[in-house]
């Protein structure tokens, strides 16, 4: 399986000299296996890759966790949804509100030009309605299990013959005002997992500012992880004001014998 990194921040694009390393776009991911491609998230990050899809007609699909605006902004400006007649396949998780087809009204002529009644490809918004078990999307295997944010969400694991890929973001594994998915639940859900994306946009500093924002922090990713003895933990969703420098510090204090950790990184390829 393949993994590459189009978005890695959480929030809000930030570009500068301060996010050159790391990328400054908001979540999407590409997962490739058996000649097939899984899309998570529609942050600006989808932008780069839409270009990258534009010469192929091959159907596309996208897994969305939620709506929040770092995970559907750049789906206007994703190329194939103007090709016409490009089957694309939205999987929409179950928000509160009841929003399957926020990342359509999002083009609503005031916010943006063009109003989604006059895109040309063929999009099918498919509505998750609760979290589901092996369920084959593009004849790769999906579970998904609620995360802990306001609003709600899904987050999902991916295996293709023995491997098998988390994406877990915009998730407070300690959460009081969201909780969904208790840490035990976390751990039985990821046990398994080769490589776990997982939101640390915060550090243990940061944290108690931010209760109930929907997010861990770096030190909590890292505990999740090695209570699911997971081998390799991606950092991801970084907080928009986290600079490279920052990053790389983390990294290097933070290398466990057991426990492979790196930062999610915007164009970076990882074969699993
Ligand atoms: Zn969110």
């Known amino acids: 399986m393949k993994v590459t990194f ?32 899984l899309i998570f998230d529609a942050g600006t990050g989808i932008k780069k890759l839409g270009e990258e899809l534009a010469s192929s007609n091959e159907p596309v699909t996208i897994i969305l966790s939620h709506n929040h605006w770092d995970h559907i902004q750049g789906f206007p400006f994703f190329i194939p949804a103007y090709q016409n007649n490009r089957q694309i396949n939205i999987y929409s998780a179950p928000t509160h509100p009841i929003e399957h087809n926020a990342i359509l009204e999002q083009m609503d002529m005031s916010t943006f030009p063009v109003p989604s009644k006059d895109l040309t490809a063929n999009i099918n918004v498919i509505p998750l309605m609760n979290e589901f078990e092996n369920m084959m999307i593009n004849g790769l295997c999906v579970s998904s299990i609620k995360i802990n944010h306001p609003n709600g969400g899904l987050a999902y694991k991916v295996s293709h013959q023995s491997k098998v890929i988390a994406y877990v973001t915009d998730n ?10 208790d840490f035990d639940s976390w751990v039985a859900f990821l046990t398994g997992v080769d490589f776990l994306i997982h939101d640390a946009q915060y550090t243990d500093l940061e944290m108690p500012l931010k209760l109930g924002w929907g997010h861990s922090s770096i030190d909590q990713a ?51």
Request: with cysteine; hydrophobic share 30%.
């Open 222 to 272: 890292i505990e999740l992880a090695k209570a699911a003895k997971i081998k390799i933990l991606i950092l991801y969703s970084h907080a928009p004001e986290r600079t490279d420098k920052e990053l790389d510090k983390y990294i290097n204090d933070m290398q466990l014998e057991d426990l492979q950790i790196i930062a999610s990184q915007e164009g970076k390829t990882h074969e699993v």
């Open 6 to 37: 189009y978005g890695t921040r959480g929030s809000i694009p930030t570009p500068g000299e301060t996010t050159v390393k790391y990328g400054g776009n908001t979540a999407c991911v590409l997962i490739e296996a058996n000649n097939q491609k």
């Open 172 to 181: 407070e594994i300690h959460s009081k005002d969201n909780l969904n998915t």
